[in-house]
């Protein structure tokens, strides 16, 4: 499977932005997905996920009430809504394919990596 993100951009704090991740193959719908960030010299840092149907979805305290995170599986695609965004949300974020169907925030459950997609947000 690959995954292939989209969407990164510079964007004014405050802005908004939107993450697609587009998987190569079917059956793209049994998998949960997720989404990372590695910001420069930091750790990769889970972000949001979302199970396979779509019904449960978890957020890092530090984007919940700010992004959202959805899926199309129709269109074997994820998307990352993100608002309200600042400085500390400049990162390389990665989409992530889960071995099993459900949500997860542990980045060892997920078994395909994306290549990333740049956001900087300026100040």
């Known amino acids: 499977v690959q995954l292939q993100a989209s969407g990164g951009g510079l964007v004014q704090a405050g802005g908004s932005l939107r993450l697609s991740c587009t998987a190569s193959?079917?059956?793209?719908?049994?998998?949960?997905m997720g989404w990372f960030r590695q910001a420069p010299e930091m750790e990769r840092e889970f972000v949001a996920t979302?199970?396979?149907?779509?019904?449960?979805?978890l957020y890092a305290p530090s984007v919940k009430g700010r992004f959202t995170i959805s899926r199309d599986n129709a269109k074997n695609t994820v998307y990352l809504q993100m608002n309200s965004l600042n400085t500390e949300d400049t990162a390389v974020y990665y989409c992530?394919?889960?071995?099993?169907?459900?949500?997860?925030?542990?980045?060892?459950?997920?078994?395909?990596w994306g290549r990333g997609t740049l956001v900087t947000v300026s100040s």
């Open positions: 193959r079917r059956p793209f719908s049994n998998n949960g």
């Open positions: 992530a394919a889960a071995r099993g169907a459900s949500s997860s925030d542990d980045s060892g459950y997920y078994r395909y």
């Open positions: 979302i199970d396979w149907r779509g019904d449960r979805t």
